[in-house]
């Protein structure tokens, strides 16, 4: 199926290509295999697409080698998803088994692969997770020995940073229909219209334009601004000279958007206004300092001289973050995180401004680093503060 121009799924070699990355890495790292566990690894190297995950009944393994393709071993349920993407082995067991869910299966297929002696690597990092339960991992660990289970090396990581420009396409993609859906907002948000309704409305409306499902939306409202980014709606209505922001990570063939928009309820007061100015200003400091070899850093310097002045205070913690197949990736614009940027990661850049006493305003836009620079993926707010009504 294709939309836009944009076709769904991947062809062969994008995972053919996404392997031999990983098996180059894998050699500087004196690794046998990595063993995957969760839905962002296993479809990066598979395809397999799948809402079934938002269970946490059964757990989930792919076996990627040294050398050859990938290996899955997962529950029967999913054995027909699998078979119509490109891995060919799958090995499976009738998931949910209290007495062993897996654990033998598994490493029986560790051992085919990687024989009696070897280091098996598994994601280790921030922001990673291993989704198997402990006693389980720790069978597995003793059926293995003297197989070692080791950290990846940040291999993941290294991989899923830097997307391809299919990968780039599907957010850019998401992009799109986030922005066809902050246009309607007008529609349906307006003054004695509840937080809640609004956040129902703004989910129909993603789905109208196009979005698969919208597994995150967020929004804040007040007068000069919001107490936090990250509460539940509440019924509360909109009042005149509220701010309302709307931020959303909805998913379009398994890839996130992640940016935001505000506007004002009836009217827009001065501070409202300026610290809107201010926050679009620093987005697009942010915008022209991200280029290949500039540092996530760099990023985070150069919105937060705007926004504090250089200070650093915010208590948000970060000025943005990567995006992919998750709301969330690495690196973050955080003063510590020294990641070099690279062609082609797709970063969102996020600056807040503090408004008042526990107020607060933030901004959001979505970027792709080419070799000249950045590229928009969404169309990045004008200066001043809508007004709806």
Not at 188 to 216: I, K
Not at 259 to 280: M, Q
Not at 341 to 357: D, F, Q, W
Request: with cysteine.
């Amino acid at each position: 199926m294709v939309m836009n121009g944009v076709a769904r799924g991947f062809e062969a070699d994008e995972f053919q290509q996404r392997l031999s990355r990983a098996q180059h890495l894998m050699a500087g790292a004196d690794l046998d295999a990595l063993l995957l566990t969760t839905e962002p690894e296993v479809r990066y190297f598979t395809g397999f697409l799948t809402r079934f995950w938002e269970s946490p009944t059964r757990p989930w393994f792919l076996l990627v080698p040294a050398s050859g393709k990938p290996v899955a071993v997962i529950p029967t349920v999913g054995a027909e998803l699998m078979g119509k993407t490109w891995i060919e082995d799958i090995r499976t067991w009738r998931s949910p088994d209290l007495a062993d869910d897996g654990v033998a299966l598994l490493a029986d297929a560790i051992r085919n692969l990687v024989g009696s002696q070897g280091r098996i690597g598994l994601p280790t990092g921030h922001e990673t997770l291993l989704r198997m339960p402990l006693k389980d991992f720790q069978a597995l660990s003793n059926k293995l020995a003297p197989l070692e289970l080791v950290g990846d090396d940040d291999i993941l990581r290294k991989l899923r940073m830097v997307k391809s420009p299919a990968e780039i396409d599907k957010i850019e993609m998401a992009c799109a229909i986030g922005g066809r859906a902050f246009e309607r907002v007008a529609e349906f948000a307006n003054e004695g219209v509840g937080l809640d309704e609004v956040f129902r409305r703004f989910q129909m409306v993603c789905l109208e334009e196009g979005a698969d499902w919208v597994p995150y939306l967020a929004a804040g409202a007040g007068q000069n601004g919001y107490s936090d980014v990250i509460s539940p709606a509440t019924a509360a209505p909109l009042q005149a000279g509220d701010v309302l922001m709307l931020d959303t990570g909805l998913v379009w063939d398994g890839y996130f958007c992640d940016f935001d928009r505000n506007f004002a309820i009836g009217k827009a007061d001065s501070i409202a206004g300026e610290a809107h100015e201010k926050l679009v200003e620093a987005t697009q400091a942010g915008f022209e300092a991200a280029r290949p070899g500039a540092s996530a850093a760099d990023l985070f310097h150069a919105m937060d001289r705007i926004v504090t002045g250089g200070k650093g205070t915010s208590d948000v913690g970060r000025l943005g973050h990567g995006l992919g197949m998750q709301l969330t990736e690495w690196p973050s614009l955080i003063p510590d995180d020294h990641t070099v940027l690279e062609l082609g990661m797709v970063l969102t850049l996020e600056p807040s401004i503090e408004t008042g006493r526990g107020r607060m305003m933030v901004h959001e836009e979505n970027i792709a680093i080419t070799r000249d620079g950045a590229r928009w993926l969404t169309a990045n707010s004008p200066s001043a503060l809508p007004v709806i009504g």
